[in-house]
């Protein structure tokens, strides 16, 4: 049996925008990217100036919510990968965001 490896080259971050309830990002080859908002549970607990203060990280192979600590990569969104992070560990970052 062989296993045939393909190594993919993972484009680019150029641009994207949120809205309601999808997160759509424009990436260098050309195709954009819709996930639901839902997979991102900061995003969707966050206020509109926190969506907006984000910025490209890893020469565009990611993007990065500072005020959020969330980061999402190009290669997650191309294989449909959800945030990962536990509930109880947004549960606790709910609960910090509550006392401000």
């Not at 819709?34 to 995003?43: E, G, Q």
């Not at 100036?49 to 191309?78: C, F, M, P, T």
Request: charged content about 25%; overall charge negative.
């Amino acid at each position: 049996m062989s296993i045939l490896a393909v190594e993919m080259e993972i484009p680019n971050v150029e641009g994207g925008i949120i809205t309601e309830d999808t997160l759509k990002v424009d990436l260098s080859d050309g195709r954009t990217i819709s996930v639901p908002l839902a997979w991102y549970p900061r995003l969707v607990h966050a206020s509109g100036k926190e969506l907006y203060n984000w910025r490209l990280i890893g020469q565009g192979q990611g993007i990065h919510w500072e005020d959020l600590d969330e980061d999402i990569s190009v290669a997650g969104l191309l294989t449909g990968k959800p945030s990962g992070e536990s509930q109880s560990s947004f549960n606790k970052w709910l609960k910090s965001r509550a006392k401000h």
